[in-house]
């Protein structure tokens, strides 16, 4: 052996060693160390779970009447991440779409394209790896299915395109309730790791607006998922377990269909008839660009009717709205129709407001609840004028609201506001009509089970405070601005120096519902209806029960918020003050001529800076024993008397009158075929 | 002379019984625990081989004991091969070494002929017909070994090594197989060769500079192919892949993932011979050749895979152990080359299926299933089993 190849030997021996315990220590690390983790990801690797949608939930009416179905359809829709990686992006593809769906192909694009920081609506609003719908025929439809076959029959022309059989949303009423029900849309990335939406699919429809969204939990079931066991070439090897869906509820609306076309009737119908009319002061026609109705229960704050106008076709949503269609949707200049006013429109409640008013100029202890007072034509102190400067001497808190007295209720304010310390006010003011308006729920939601409920607006102290402090840099600058004109910049010098002072003008308009006081028509229902049942403000609920598939009933139960701090009697006095709004006299005693119900309520005129006056009547029947409470308003639709008040009476003629409801009641127990079991649902495969 | 003659012959049958059954007979003096361990792990190679592909026979509604009927087969030729090694005169060895070395290098030539197919992205295959083929790159590990120690224990100096001209014409000669493999490609196979000539070159006593300039060079040369586009994408994409072993799993990282995931989900006992879901799964290509360890990771656990590392290890040792004891430089340099090419090819290949070195297309000695690798690896046993019967006979 020679003399260096002994040495080599060893070092060939320490390398060999070296090499075996790297192996041991690598084979350690993996198996004993990461052993649990590796085990976990062999069994992730070899299960795939297989989901069966549950049948999404249908949603009836009080009566049992379907609104919101399932049916079957064909769905096309356009696998982005497999057009891009065609070499022109896809643009061909898209171009031969667009020939077959009837879509241009610039809004199938669109369409595709996930919304981000850079992207700008019309865009998709789903996972940027799912599929986006593009096109929806029904499975009855020969032609829709004839267009679907072109696809099919050209594959290869059309890579990254598909057709499946889904079930979608359907409205066997059309467009009836529209608003309230609501519909669907892809579920967004985020919300897929959010509690609410556990064992939601990525590629699930989830509710977007009204009852489809609020009861989106309870309509979506649960999807059932299969376990399969499964090799890397995916080839099905065995199950491991499963879970079978579980249908959605069934959700009763306490909405009557029949009540529903009414009210939507009326309102088109009024909406249609003010536009021949002519507006107050200016004379120029009546805009009447939207307008709602409430119908509800005075005594259980169940939701009867609501409508709101301009409306829309739900069944745009099935298969996705296409992003033009989306956009005017919720175009201002269209009209905006997805705006469900009901709630989420927010108005200047102006005489129907004079309820709260007078409770609580009486509640404050200061004004006997049968005390007669001056109703002069224009209220000295402020120099306010009375509608049309009528004066009508002394009146009783009855005339005042019968006739609708405004300088009345300015005196109740001012006087109020001046105890306060006006100008300079006490530490902490009773602000009685501030008060009592609160206690009616009035600026707060009413906590309607529907989404997206705007709260309104009470301009008191503390809104013209925050209200100051955000406007006050800018009124400042234009005090100094020479672009403005002296009277203007005198303004803004004026508001910049003490705007946030609540002056005794705030305190007389606030007391007339003018001014930056808002109220949805919701809202005003609840007032209404709290007068009518003894005070109570109840949250009001479009949803009755929920039907589990078992048959097992969930009734919604109606709830009380809060109950106005006044007596009977008051409100007894009130009541009956609104009777005679309708009686001959009244403000609204024209409309509700022969009326086959009595009706007491209220008209109100809104005005709105730059804009035309809003219509309002706010009601409750029959006047002795209330049950429904009805509340009608059209914006830019003229004087309540005129507009808003022969619509109400449209609607009560229609639940009252020859032909109405029986009895002019509404059922007072579900459907019975509801609450016997039912059979569960065929499982739905896509 | 004629009554000698039944003499003879009464002494030869003698001889064939002692010869095979007397205290100096090579049965008994060849080194059994090499020949145990090496036994041992084409016995638990056969099992492995026989669960990786069990299953996908059963789903390809064929014969599930295919694999393992050939494997064993295999075995059994490479075992006769294996007696022929050992038995071949020692001192005829040498002469034998051009005939292999010319052979093998037909053999690659044949490859890149017409002759050669391809096979999983490697054109490394000869087809026989009749469902055989083999792999002359194979024998080439063999003829290196056997070529290498031949001209380097043959040096007019031993006490002082191999020269630099010695040196040259070994690299020259080394250079002609590795150039033609590094053709087919199959650059596992060239990684081995190289192992083997900078070993081998290194126990001959050759100068360090030798060593350290091979190792320089070997460097500049993966650098240079890398940029230069010689290799495959494939080939660079798995060495990317072993970089970056999160580098898209579904891609080119699937393998070394899927196969860490199958070692790793065994723990320490494993999931049981035949229970393994990454095996019956089929989730990891090539199990029953190149990633036939990770079979012995998942059902068998730390406790199997450490018994196959530590029969590899025996192999080894024991390998090392003739190279020591031998008495000729010869017999020292053919066990050293053995055992370099043993244990580099070893480690490349387990160590793939641990993640801690790139994926190259290697079978693991004995365990494998593969005909030339079994075939090739029973030769050198059977040459380290003579190295160690001459060893005796001094």
Same mark, same amino acid.
């Given at each position: 052996?020679?003399?260096?190849?002994?040495?080599?030997?060893?070092?060939?021996?320490?390398?060999?060693?070296?090499?075996?315990?790297?192996?041991?220590?690598?084979?350690?690390?993996?198996?004993?160390?990461?052993?649990?983790?590796?085990?976990?990801?062999? +069994? #992730?690797?070899?299960?795939? /779970?297989?989901?069966?949608? =549950?049948?999404?939930?249908?949603?009836?009416? @009080?009566? $049992? !009447? &379907?609104?919101?179905?399932?049916?079957?359809?064909?769905?096309?829709?356009?696998?982005? +991440? #497999?057009?891009?990686?065609? /070499?022109?992006?896809?643009? =061909?593809?898209?171009?031969?779409?667009?020939? @077959?769906? $009837? !879509? &241009?192909?610039?809004?199938?694009?669109?369409?595709?394209?996930?919304?981000?920081?850079?992207? #700008?609506?019309?865009?998709?609003?789903?996972?940027?790896?799912?599929?986006?719908?593009?096109?929806?025929?029904?499975? $009855?439809?020969?032609?829709?299915?004839?267009?679907?076959?072109?696809?099919?029959?050209?594959?290869?022309?059309?890579?990254?395109?598909?057709?499946?059989?889904?079930?979608?949303?359907?409205?066997?009423?059309?467009?009836?309730?529209?608003?309230?029900?609501?519909?669907?849309?892809?579920?967004?990335?985020?919300?897929?790791?959010?509690?609410?939406?556990?064992?939601?699919?990525?590629?699930?429809?989830?509710?977007?607006?009204?009852?489809?969204?609020?009861?989106?939990?309870?309509?979506?079931?649960?999807?059932?998922?299969?376990?399969?066991?499964?090799?890397?070439?995916?080839?099905?090897?065995?199950?491991?377990?499963?879970?079978?869906?579980?249908?959605?509820?069934?959700?009763?609306?306490?909405?009557?269909?029949?009540?529903?076309?009414?009210?939507?009737?009326?309102?088109?119908?009024?909406?249609?008839?003010?536009?021949?009319?002519?507006?107050?002061?200016?004379?120029?026609?009546?805009?009447?660009?939207?307008?709602?109705?409430?119908?509800?229960?005075?005594?259980?704050?169940?939701?009867?009717?609501?409508?709101?106008?301009?409306?829309?076709?739900?069944?745009?949503?099935?298969?996705?709205?296409?992003?033009?269609?989306?956009?005017?949707?919720?175009?201002?200049?269209?009209?905006?129709?997805?705006?469900?006013?009901?709630?989420?429109?927010?108005?200047?409640?102006?005489?129907?407001?004079?309820?709260?008013?007078?409770?609580?100029?009486?509640?404050?202890?200061?004004?006997?609840?049968?005390?007669?007072?001056?109703?002069?034509?224009?209220?000295?102190?402020?120099?306010?004028?009375?509608?049309?400067?009528?004066?009508?001497?002394?009146?009783?808190?009855?005339?005042?609201?019968?006739?609708?007295?405004?300088?009345?209720?300015?005196?109740?304010?001012?006087?109020?506001?001046?105890?306060?310390?006006?100008?300079?006010?006490?530490?902490?003011?009773?602000?009685?009509?501030?008060?009592?308006?609160?206690?009616?729920?009035?600026?707060?939601?009413?906590?309607?089970?529907?989404?997206?409920?705007?709260?309104?607006?009470?301009?008191?102290?503390?809104?013209?405070?925050?209200?100051?402090?955000?406007?006050?840099?800018?009124?400042?600058?234009?005090?100094?601005?020479?672009?403005?004109?002296?009277?203007?910049?005198?303004?803004?010098?004026?508001?910049?120096?003490?705007?946030?002072?609540?002056?005794?003008?705030?305190?007389?308009?606030?007391?007339?519902?003018?001014?930056?006081?808002?109220?949805?028509?919701?809202?005003?229902?609840?007032?209404?209806?709290?007068?009518?049942?003894?005070?109570?403000?109840?949250?009001?609920?479009?949803?009755?029960?929920?039907?589990?598939?078992?048959?097992?009933?969930?009734?919604?139960?109606?709830?009380?918020?809060?109950?106005?701090?006044?007596?009977?009697?008051?409100?007894?006095?009130?009541?009956?003050?609104?009777?005679?709004?309708?009686?001959?006299?009244?403000?609204?005693?024209?409309?509700?001529?022969?009326?086959?119900?009595?009706?007491?309520?209220?008209?109100?005129?809104?005005?709105?800076?730059?804009?035309?006056?809003?219509?309002?009547?706010?009601?409750?029947?029959?006047?002795?024993?209330?049950?429904?409470?009805?509340?009608?308003?059209?914006?830019?639709?003229?004087?309540?008397?005129?507009?808003?008040?022969?619509?109400?009476?449209?609607?009560?003629?229609?639940?009252?009158?020859?032909?109405?409801?029986?009895?002019?009641?509404?059922?007072?127990?579900?459907?019975?075929?509801?609450?016997?079991?039912?059979?569960?649902?065929?499982?739905?495969?896509? | 002379?004629?009554?000698?003659?039944?003499?003879?012959?009464?002494?030869?049958?003698?001889?064939?019984?002692?010869?095979?059954?007397?205290?100096?007979?090579?049965?008994?003096?060849?080194?059994?625990?090499?020949?145990?361990?090496?036994?041992?792990?084409?016995?638990?190679?056969?099992?492995?081989?026989?669960?990786?592909?069990?299953?996908?026979?059963?789903?390809?509604?064929?014969?599930?004991?295919?694999?393992?009927?050939?494997?064993?087969?295999?075995?059994?030729?490479?075992?006769?091969?294996?007696?022929?090694?050992?038995?071949?005169?020692?001192?005829?060895?040498?002469?034998?070494?051009?005939?292999?070395?010319?052979?093998?290098?037909?053999?690659?030539?044949?490859?890149?002929?017409?002759?050669?197919?391809?096979?999983?992205?490697?054109?490394?295959?000869?087809?026989?017909?009749?469902?055989?083929?083999?792999?002359?790159?194979?024998?080439?590990?063999?003829?290196?070994?056997?070529?290498?120690?031949?001209?380097?224990?043959?040096?007019?100096?031993?006490?002082?090594?191999?020269?630099?001209?010695?040196?040259?014409?070994?690299?020259?000669?080394?250079?002609?197989?590795?150039?033609?493999?590094?053709?087919?490609?199959?650059?596992?196979?060239?990684?081995?060769?190289?192992?083997?000539?900078?070993?081998?070159?290194?126990?001959?006593?050759?100068?360090?500079?030798?060593?350290?300039?091979?190792?320089?060079?070997?460097?500049?040369?993966?650098?240079?192919?890398?940029?230069?586009?010689?290799?495959?994408?494939?080939?660079?994409?798995?060495?990317?892949?072993?970089?970056?072993?999160?580098?898209?799993?579904?891609?080119?990282?699937?393998?070394?993932?899927?196969?860490?995931?199958?070692?790793?989900?065994?723990?320490?006992?494993?999931?049981?011979?035949?229970?393994?879901?990454?095996?019956?799964?089929?989730?990891?290509?090539?199990?029953?050749?190149?990633?036939?360890?990770?079979?012995?990771?998942?059902?068998?656990?730390?406790?199997?895979?450490?018994?196959?590392?530590?029969?590899?290890?025996?192999?080894?040792?024991?390998?090392?152990?003739?190279?020591?004891?031998?008495?000729?430089?010869?017999?020292?340099?053919?066990?050293?080359?053995?055992?370099?090419?043993?244990?580099?090819?070893?480690?490349?290949?387990?160590?793939?299926?641990?993640?801690?070195?790139?994926?190259?297309?290697?079978?693991?000695?004995?365990?494998?299933?593969?005909?030339?690798?079994?075939?090739?690896?029973?030769?050198?046993?059977?040459?380290?089993?003579?190295?160690?019967?001459?060893?005796?006979?001094?």
């Amino acid at each position: 052996m020679t003399d260096r190849s002994r040495p080599r030997l060893i070092v060939l021996r320490v390398f060999v060693l070296t090499l075996l315990v790297t192996l041991f220590g690598r084979l350690v690390a993996l198996q004993v160390v990461g052993g649990d983790d590796y085990a976990e990801a062999a +069994s #992730a690797n070899r299960v795939r /779970p297989v989901v069966q949608t =549950a049948p999404r939930g249908e949603v009836l009416d @009080v009566r $049992g !009447t &379907p609104l919101v179905r399932n049916r079957t359809a064909l769905v096309v829709s356009v696998d982005r +991440s #497999a057009l891009l990686r065609q /070499p022109d992006d896809g643009a =061909a593809v898209l171009e031969r779409l667009a020939t @077959v769906v $009837g !879509t &241009p192909a610039a809004e199938l694009t669109r369409s595709i394209t996930p919304c981000g920081d850079d992207v #700008a609506p019309p865009c998709w609003r789903g996972s940027p790896y799912q599929p986006v719908p593009v096109a929806e025929y029904d499975a $009855g439809d020969a032609a829709g299915l004839q267009r679907v076959l072109r696809i099919e029959e050209r594959r290869e022309e059309f890579p990254g395109v598909r057709a499946d059989f889904t079930t979608v949303r359907d409205y066997p009423k059309g467009t009836l309730a529209a608003h309230l029900l609501g519909y669907l849309g892809p579920i967004s990335p985020e919300e897929t790791s959010q509690p609410d939406y556990d064992g939601v699919t990525a590629t699930a429809l989830v509710g977007r607006a009204g009852v489809e969204a609020t009861y989106d939990g309870d309509l979506r079931g649960r999807d059932g998922v299969t376990e399969v066991l499964v090799d890397r070439f995916g080839a099905v090897a065995g199950e491991q377990g499963s879970t079978p869906p579980v249908p959605g509820d069934t959700l009763v609306l306490s909405i009557d269909a029949a009540v529903q076309g009414i009210a939507e009737k009326a309102l088109a119908g009024a909406i249609d008839r003010a536009r021949d009319l002519r507006a107050r002061g200016s004379g120029a026609r009546l805009v009447a660009d939207s307008g709602s109705v409430v119908v509800m229960e005075a005594r259980t704050g169940r939701v009867v009717a609501m409508a709101s106008y301009p409306s829309y076709d739900p069944s745009v949503f099935v298969g996705g709205a296409s992003p033009a269609e989306y956009a005017r949707l919720v175009d201002e200049e269209q009209g905006a129709p997805l705006v469900f006013r009901a709630i989420q429109g927010a108005y200047a409640p102006a005489s129907t407001f004079k309820v709260v008013s007078t409770i609580g100029a009486v509640e404050s202890g200061d004004y006997p609840l049968l005390g007669r007072y001056p109703c002069p034509g224009v209220y000295g102190p402020t120099g306010q004028r009375n509608f049309d400067s009528a004066a009508l001497g002394t009146v009783d808190l009855r005339q005042a609201l019968v006739k609708s007295c405004d300088t009345v209720f300015y005196k109740f304010a001012y006087e109020a506001w001046q105890r306060d310390g006006g100008n300079d006010p006490v530490q902490e003011p009773r602000d009685p009509m501030v008060r009592m308006a609160q206690a009616f729920g009035l600026g707060s939601r009413t906590g309607v089970d529907l989404p997206s409920e705007r709260r309104g607006t009470i301009a008191d102290r503390a809104y013209k405070q925050s209200l100051w402090e955000q406007t006050r840099d800018n009124r400042c600058k234009g005090a100094v601005n020479p672009e403005l004109s002296a009277e203007r910049r005198r303004a803004n010098e004026e508001y910049c120096e003490d705007g946030n002072r609540f002056r005794g003008g705030d305190a007389t308009n606030f007391s007339i519902g003018q001014g930056d006081t808002l109220v949805t028509p919701l809202q005003l229902a609840t007032v209404y209806a709290a007068i009518a049942n003894g005070g109570k403000v109840l949250e009001p609920h479009v949803a009755r029960a929920l039907v589990s598939a078992s048959g097992q009933v969930r009734e919604i139960a109606p709830e009380v918020r809060t109950t106005v701090p006044t007596s009977p009697e008051v409100l007894a006095y009130v009541r009956e003050a609104l009777a005679g709004v309708t009686q001959p006299g009244g403000t609204a005693a024209g409309a509700f001529a022969g009326s086959p119900v009595e009706v007491a309520g209220k008209t109100g005129t809104g005005e709105v800076a730059g804009k035309q006056d809003t219509s309002w009547f706010a009601s409750f029947a029959p006047a002795d024993a209330p049950e429904l409470v009805v509340v009608g308003m059209v914006s830019q639709g003229g004087t309540g008397g005129t507009v808003a008040a022969p619509m109400v009476r449209e609607v009560y003629d229609g639940i009252y009158g020859p032909g109405g409801l029986p009895g002019g009641r509404l059922p007072a127990a579900l459907p019975r075929a509801l609450t016997a079991a039912r059979p569960a649902p065929a499982a739905v495969t896509p | 002379m004629t009554v000698l003659a039944p003499v003879r012959l009464g002494r030869r049958d003698a001889s064939l019984r002692e010869r095979a059954t007397g205290r100096d007979s090579p049965l008994r003096r060849l080194d059994w625990v090499l020949g145990l361990a090496v036994l041992a792990l084409i016995g638990i190679g056969s099992l492995l081989v026989w669960s990786a592909t069990r299953q996908r026979m059963l789903d390809a509604d064929l014969d599930p004991q295919a694999f393992l009927k050939r494997h064993l087969i295999n075995a059994v030729i490479g075992m006769t091969l294996a007696s022929v090694a050992t038995l071949v005169d020692y001192r005829s060895l040498q002469a034998y070494a051009p005939v292999v070395y010319l052979a093998s290098c037909l053999g690659l030539v044949a490859v890149l002929t017409p002759l050669g197919s391809t096979i999983n992205g490697a054109h490394s295959w000869i087809v026989l017909g009749g469902g055989f083929q083999v792999q002359p790159a194979e024998l080439a590990k063999v003829a290196l070994v056997v070529g290498m120690a031949m001209l380097l224990a043959d040096v007019r100096d031993p006490e002082r090594g191999p020269r630099d001209g010695d040196v040259v014409l070994v690299l020259a000669l080394a250079a002609v197989p590795i150039a033609l493999i590094m053709l087919q490609p199959d650059l596992g196979t060239v990684l081995v060769l190289v192992f083997i000539v900078l070993g081998v070159l290194a126990m001959s006593g050759a100068p360090l500079r030798w060593v350290a300039g091979l190792l320089v060079a070997g460097a500049l040369v993966c650098v240079t192919a890398v940029q230069a586009g010689v290799l495959d994408d494939y080939q660079v994409d798995r060495f990317a892949a072993f970089a970056n072993p999160e580098l898209d799993p579904r891609g080119v990282g699937y393998n070394t993932n899927q196969a860490r995931i199958a070692i790793g989900s065994g723990g320490l006992l494993g999931k049981g011979l035949f229970e393994g879901t990454q095996t019956a799964g089929r989730f990891i290509p090539e199990q029953q050749t190149d990633f036939v360890f990770t079979v012995a990771g998942e059902e068998l656990g730390l406790v199997g895979a450490s018994v196959l590392l530590a029969l590899l290890g025996t192999v080894l040792w024991r390998g090392l152990r003739i190279a020591s004891r031998s008495p000729d430089p010869f017999g020292r340099l053919l066990a050293a080359g053995v055992v370099c090419w043993f244990s580099f090819q070893s480690f490349v290949n387990v160590g793939m299926t641990l993640g801690i070195m790139p994926v190259t297309g290697l079978p693991l000695p004995f365990v494998s299933y593969g005909g030339s690798a079994m075939f090739a690896n029973l030769v050198a046993v059977g040459l380290l089993q003579n190295v160690h019967l001459s060893s005796r006979e001094l």
